[in-house]
């Protein structure tokens, strides 16, 4: 199992390597790109941050999955400290991170090939171990981050479900701000023909004609959650 788990973190690290070539590639010579309005502008293309979910977001910053001591893929917080305190649980050192991962790397092949590891490179995959901190180079510690930004400053915990709660909200303050207007203009113009009072068609679809009560009642179980 944990060969075939190996397999796979390969074949994903290849694939990112392709893509942050191209990224860089681009960083730095710049490509031209269109604006509206403005004409052809020149940017250069950088990774400001991933978004995925959990197992996804801490294997990208070469952080362990599944129940681990040190969790955050931002800092060392550690769920048998309880409370988080910044003195204690201070950033992750992206610098002294990566150039670990090097140095482990060379020690692993160095096992594969039956050779014997030196004290140093022991107490080194002890530490990222007890980090849990996978012990190989991930292409993404090249990959160009823009200013004063690295690999776990760009896969801050759990983005992909932060985002996607923050863009219902908006949505659903959206969706009531539209109803609302709609039903107070429907009272300013309520002798008019056609125009529904929006809070009776929500509360009571079955009194709406046939094509409305069918797009209403999708409106709801869509609202609602159901499928």
């Avoid at 004063?148 to 969706?175: E, R």
Wanted: overall charge positive; some cysteine.
């Amino acid at each position: 199992m944990e060969q075939l788990q190996q397999f796979d973190r390969l074949v994903e690290r290849e694939c990112w390597k392709e893509i942050i070539k191209c990224v860089s590639k681009h960083w730095e010579n710049g490509v031209l790109m269109m604006v509206l309005g403005q004409g052809i502008k020149l940017f250069f293309p950088c990774f400001a941050f991933f978004v995925g979910d959990k197992p996804q977001q801490r294997r990208q910053a070469s952080l362990k999955e599944g129940n681990c001591l040190h969790s955050c893929s931002y800092c060392t917080y550690s769920y048998r400290d309880g409370v988080y305190n910044p003195r204690i649980h201070v950033r992750r050192n992206f610098e002294d991170v990566r150039i670990r991962c090097v140095q482990s790397e060379k020690a692993i092949t160095k096992l594969n090939n039956r050779e014997r590891l030196s004290s140093e490179e022991l107490s080194n995959l002890k530490y990222l171990r007890e980090q849990n901190i996978h012990p190989y180079t991930n292409p993404l510690f090249d990959a160009p981050m823009g200013y004063n930004n690295n690999l776990f400053v760009a896969t801050p915990p759990d983005t992909l479900h932060l985002f996607c709660a923050g863009l219902m909200k908006s949505l659903t303050k959206a969706i009531v701000s539209i109803v609302h207007n709609v039903t107070t203009k429907n009272k300013a113009f309520s002798h008019s023909k056609g125009l529904f009072d929006f809070r009776r068609v929500l509360s009571k679809p079955w009194a709406v004609p046939g094509p409305l009560w069918v797009e209403v009642m999708i409106f709801r179980r869509r609202g609602s959650g159901s499928p």
